[in-house]
C-alpha cells in the first residue's frame, strides 16, 4: 500500500493491473465505446476519451466519472 493513502494500489508487484481490475477496466471500455466515446477527442493526441479513461482505470482502479483534457477542460467518462 502506498503510503499516507490508505488504499491498496490497482497494479501487483510487476506493475501491470491486477485481472480483476483489468477485467472491470476493459467492461467499462467496452460500454463506453457503445456510448460513442470511441469518437470523442481524450487527453493525449490520438486517443479516444475511451482510452484515455481506460488509462486512468487500469493505474487507479476504478472507472472515472471524468477526467481533464490538456487545456484542464472536465470531460465526463462514458459508460457509467
Not at 481490475?21 to 463506453?32: A, F, G, I, L
Not at 469518437?39 to 481506460?54: A, E, F, H, L, N
Not at 482505470?57 to 467518462?77: D, L, S, T
Amino acid at each position: 500500500m502506498p503510503p499516507g493513502t490508505g488504499k491498496q494500489p490497482a497494479t501487483g508487484e510487476s506493475g501491470a493491473p491486477e485481472q480483476d481490475t483489468k477485467d472491470r477496466c476493459e467492461d467499462y471500455y467496452n460500454r463506453c465505446v457503445e456510448a460513442g466515446g470511441d469518437t470523442k477527442p481524450g487527453r493525449v493526441y490520438d486517443q479516444s476519451i475511451c482510452g484515455t479513461c481506460m488509462a486512468y482505470c487500469k493505474v487507479h482502479g476504478f472507472w472515472p466519472e471524468a477526467i481533464y483534457n490538456w487545456n484542464q477542460v472536465r470531460i465526463p467518462c462514458p459508460g457509467i
